[in-house]
């Protein structure tokens, strides 16, 4: 038997903790995990691409514990009222091989993508952020808001997206959280009314097409870009010359994965980047001075989903509830007897024709 | 909601059909997607190996469909009650990236692997072959017996392990199948007696090493070797100058992975191999004469695994049950709305506080 979260078990913990606690317990998870970087097996995620969407699997093992998501991008299944992106995913014990968690991780891919971008600006945007313009209004938004306001204490955002009803739907959204009423949100008419005097952009969009969401005239001096939406193969948000500004400083989750999927796919292979694990343990420094323009380039890396179903996993077994549990994996009396196991006889007969 | 089978729903079906059966009729279901060859797209697994095992995912798509399978080898699993070989895997519409089918895999690899070795043999041994040796009486070897028994027409079974126990549940699990009351079992004291003048000899042994299960000297003109068990680095079970007989034809199913993880990862990239696809579709011809003998280099490939998700999907859907489901994806009435569609409060406050 393996422990199940669906949809309905995932709202229910998440509804528990909060979804602003949730975030933020969970970016503790994901940092204690990029701080044990150089355990983790690494590999660019193994992709599916077809003219319409991408289907990936993201795999990662730190020797104890070994994780995968499955996850598709569809930008255009909303025009059949279907999500532009669905997960799921496993951890396994490296030890038997055997899966111990299946986890629904559609909801948790948008919690983590939001943990995991507050994270890396709580590391590189400018101490006193306050105001955050956020470009793409889709299914991620509320949780880029609800991170940057519990973590970086934004409270300012300025909305944009090309779909008024997108920015209807977020505005809603944000409206009815209680733990938001400090929280001043401008509607805006452009993304250069959206930018201008920001602290921190969050770029959220879905098309899967070299977009240009931000241009070089939009950039001003200190800003945090946190460019969440282009993260495949032709599918990126920025004007290559923003990340070529000499004060830009670029910092991925894993590179050679970013070099193939993220912005800096519009640049040669030389251009200098930084991971985000060097950051955070010293190794490296992306901020200069506060006139910089620091870059998060997120693509969305093994290792954070690795986090999410260990804390997952964790929050299932802290005695609050039962978890559920599904047949996936056969358990056996006797395990070199799979077949008579699963499909003997009722009981076995006396021994015939054997020499 | 995504079609779910469980073991318990997997046992089901396969009582329904009856076990050879079922293993006849996926054989023609994986021999219709090798005549597709081309249409796939193809990649070795992605393997994470630790000291005592092995984790893979086997992703493939024809376009259409795509399918993945989670897969462990972990030999000393046995000595703790747990299965060598766990396993599930999904199908999922490539269109919308929807996962369609979440089903165990455990029982399934037990029965595709049946199948497709004696698939391979149909076009690899010679017509009227009637005794085979079976090295490795584990969890894979009641399902190899009946799928030659069926398929070949086997009527002659030599059994070989070095665990006599395991010998002992192979031999009871045979006779308790009504089916087989045609087959003669003989017991056999050494890997050679057993495949003394047999016209086919099926190696499934488990141990995670360069075993020599065949040695030259055991290998008679015109045999067909089904090497099953060779399937992973370091993990072989032929000795290197059984592959290099003269009259030796080596077939393959996908020839990048089987040179990593095949019996030939014991020779230099240039030994020649035959895919069988080639040799299904008539493109190329592996036994040249009576005397040759085939080997099939079995490692498994995501294709059969493929056909058999494909497979099983169809069969949940023939009318007969109605299929369980799972809530592992949401079901959003608007899909740009995951915060508010799962998370958001009951009803929709007016809103506020935007410019």
New interface residues.
């Given amino acids: 038997m393996v422990d199940?979260i669906?949809?309905?078990d995932?709202?229910r913990l998440?509804?528990r903790i909060g979804?602003a606690s949730f975030i933020e317990r969970l970016a503790s998870e994901i940092e204690a995990d990029f701080r044990r970087w150089s355990l983790f097996?690494k590999?660019a995620r193994?992709a599916?691409h077809?003219d319409?969407?991408?289907?990936e699997?993201m795999?990662t093992?730190d020797?104890q514990l070994?994780s995968?998501k499955?996850v598709?991008?569809?930008p255009k299944?909303?025009e059949?009222?279907?999500?532009?992106v669905?997960a799921?995913g496993?951890l396994?014990d490296?030890?038997?091989?055997?899966?111990l968690l299946?986890s629904?991780l559609?909801?948790t891919t948008?919690l983590r993508t939001a943990a995991m971008s507050a994270l890396a600006a709580r590391w590189l945007a400018l101490a006193g952020s306050r105001t955050m313009a956020l470009i793409g209004n889709?299914?991620?938004?509320?949780?880029q808001a609800l991170a940057f306001h519990r973590m970086l204490g934004i409270r300012e955002l300025r909305?944009y997206d090309v779909?008024a009803?997108?920015t209807?739907?977020l505005?809603?959204?944000l409206?009815?959280q209680p733990e938001l009423a400090d929280?001043?949100?401008?509607?805006?008419a452009s993304i250069a009314d959206a930018v201008r005097g920001a602290d921190i952009v969050t770029t959220v969009t879905a098309d899967k097409r070299n977009a240009v969401i931000l241009t070089p005239d939009m950039i001003e001096p200190g800003m945090h870009l946190n460019a969440v939406g282009g993260d495949c193969p032709g599918k990126t948000e920025l004007h290559r010359d923003v990340l070529l500004r000499p004060d830009a400083r670029v910092v991925v989750e894993y590179e050679p994965q970013s070099r193939i999927e993220g912005e800096i796919q519009q640049l040669p292979a030389s251009f200098p980047v930084v991971e985000f694990a060097q950051v955070l343990r010293g190794e490296a420094t992306a901020r200069m001075s506060p006139r910089d323009v620091t870059i998060f380039d997120s693509v969305g890396f093994a290792l954070e989903d690795y986090s999410a179903l260990r804390f997952l996993h964790e929050l299932l077994h802290d005695g609050s509830e039962a978890p559920n549990r599904?047949?996936?994996?056969?358990t056996?009396a006797?395990?070199?007897?799979?077949?008579?196991g699963?499909?003997?006889?009722a009981g076995?007969?006396?021994?015939?024709?054997?020499?």
């Fill in positions: 199940y669906g949809v309905a995932m709202q998440v509804r979804v097996e590999s193994l599916s077809s319409i969407g991408v289907i699997l795999p093992s020797g070994y995968f499955y598709n991008g569809h299944n909303t059949r009222g279907l999500l532009t669905t799921f496993v396994a490296v030890a038997t091989g055997y899966p299946l629904e559609t909801l948008a889709g299914a991620q938004s509320e949780f909305l779909d009803t997108a209807d739907k505005a809603h959204n409206a009815a929280l001043t949100v401008l509607r805006c599904i047949d996936l994996i056969p056996l006797d395990p070199k007897d799979l077949f008579g699963l499909l003997g006889s076995r007969t006396t021994l015939r024709r054997v020499a």
